[in-house]
C-alpha cells in the first residue's frame, strides 16, 4: 500500500527557516518523481516544485512563486522526501502536501505551517 | 502561467442527478509529444485531493462508471451522474502540461 507522511509543519516566524519531511512507502522511491503542493485555508491548491526519479538524474523544478526561497531534495537510502523553506512569509500560511507526480495519484495527509509573528 | 477557470463556482445537485463542471485553459493543454495532462481531482471534506480522472478521460484506478471527462484543446468537462452523498466536495482540475502546474480554481458539490 502507497503511503505518504508529511511532518515538520509548525508556528514559524516571519522570516524563519522550515524544514518539511516526507516518508514514503509501498512503492519504488526511486522510480518516481515527488511533488510538494501547498493550499492556503480556503483556496486552491498551488503546485511548489517536483524532484525528478533516477531515470532523470534527480532534477528539479520550481515555481516561480517559490524559487530561490524553498529547495526540495530526497534521501533516496530512507526514502523520504524533503522541502527547505526559508524566509518565510505570512503569505506561505498553507497545508502543505507531497505527492507522487506524474499523475498526483497518491498524496499525504497534509502538515500545516503557520507563519506569523 | 496557464489559468485554468472552472464554472459554476458550485453546484446543488439532487441525489441521484447530473452534475456538469468546466474547466477551460488560457492556453491548449496538448503537449509537444501530443498528449493532454489535463487532470480531475476530488477533495472531500476535511481530506487530500484524490485523483479521478487523469489525461482528460482516463478513470483512475477505483473510480466509478460514474465519472466521466472530456474535453480537447482548451476546453474539459467532468461529469459526474448518478450523484452520490459521497460525491460531495471541491472537485479541481490541475494541467500538467506546461510549467508552473496550474490547478483550477474549484467547484464545491453540495447535495440537496
Known amino acids: 500500500e502507497v503511503k505518504l507522511l508529511e511532518s515538520g509543519g509548525g508556528l514559524v516566524q516571519p522570516g524563519g527557516s522550515l524544514r518539511l519531511s516526507c516518508a514514503a512507502s509501498?512503492?519504488?522511491?526511486?522510480?518516481?518523481?515527488m511533488s510538494w503542493i501547498r493550499q492556503p485555508p480556503g483556496k486552491a491548491p498551488e503546485w511548489l516544485g517536483v524532484?525528478?526519479?533516477?531515470?532523470?538524474?534527480?532534477?528539479?523544478e520550481y515555481n516561480p512563486s517559490v524559487k530561490g526561497r524553498f529547495t526540495i531534495s530526497r534521501d533516496n537510502t530512507q526514502n523520504i522526501l524533503y522541502l527547505q523553506m526559508n524566509t518565510l512569509r505570512a503569505e506561505d500560511t498553507a497545508i502543505y502536501y507531497c505527492?507522487?507526480?506524474?499523475?498526483?495519484?497518491?498524496w499525504g495527509q497534509g502538515v500545516m505551517v503557520t507563519v506569523s509573528s | 502561467d496557464v489559468v485554468l477557470t472552472q464554472t459554476p463556482v458550485s453546484l446543488l445537485i439532487s441525489l441521484g442527478g447530473q452534475a456538469s463542471i468546466s474547466c477551460r485553459s488560457s492556453?491548449?493543454?496538448?503537449?509537444?509529444?501530443?498528449?493532454?495532462?489535463l487532470h480531475w481531482y476530488l477533495q472531500k471534506p476535511g481530506q487530500s485531493p484524490q485523483l479521478l480522472i487523469y489525461?482528460?478521460?482516463n478513470r483512475f484506478s477505483g473510480i466509478p462508471d460514474r465519472f466521466s471527462g472530456s474535453g480537447s484543446g482548451t476546453d474539459f468537462t467532468l461529469k459526474i451522474s448518478r450523484v452520490e452523498p459521497e460525491d460531495l466536495g471541491v472537485y479541481y482540475c490541475?494541467?500538467?502540461?506546461?510549467?508552473?502546474?496550474?490547478f483550477g480554481s474549484g467547484t464545491k458539490l453540495e447535495i440537496k
Open positions: 490541475l494541467q500538467r502540461t506546461h510549467n508552473p502546474l496550474t
Open positions: 489525461q482528460v478521460s
Open positions: 509501498g512503492f519504488t522511491f526511486t522510480d518516481f518523481y
Open positions: 505527492a507522487r507526480q506524474q499523475l498526483f495519484d497518491y
Open positions: 524532484i525528478r526519479n533516477k531515470a532523470n538524474g534527480y532534477t528539479t
Open positions: 492556453q491548449s493543454l496538448v503537449h509537444s509529444n501530443g498528449n493532454t495532462y
